[in-house]
DNA sequence: CCCTTGACTATCT
DNA sequence: GAGATAGCCAAGG
């Protein structure tokens, strides 16, 4: 196939697989730790070509706000999958993890 | 080749 | 904080 892809994807799928539970990453930041700055519009792209299912849902908006619009369904979706690994949000924006008390969080749920 | 489309981002008002 | 604007870059029509 020889398209720009074959590198960009496995870079692209390697970082998102390799961003811990709890935590998330934006677009622009998997780009550039693929090697690819300005390449936040391919990631997405990249993620819907691999082969198989990644952590997806980790990959958020530079202001941590998820891509999606809101009401939709992959934005529910997507806002699910992370409050089930105690990500936690203040209205649409993802509250900045604040330890890594991640595994805390999913296996007593969010305290204070 | 030109135009449009995105799971985008940075900057300005 | 929300909207507008301008960059960004590959893909597909």
Redesign the pocket.
Known sequence: MS???DEFDQKVWSVVSSIPGGQVM????VARAAGFP????????A??RSPEPLP??R?V???RTL??EQGSESYREQAQLLKQEGVRFEGK?IVAQPRGDNLDKILWGPQD
């Open positions: 398209k720009f892809h934006g677009y622009g930041e300005r390449y936040s519009r391919m990631v997405s792209s993620m819907s997806w849902y990959v908006k530079s202001d891509a999606f924006k």
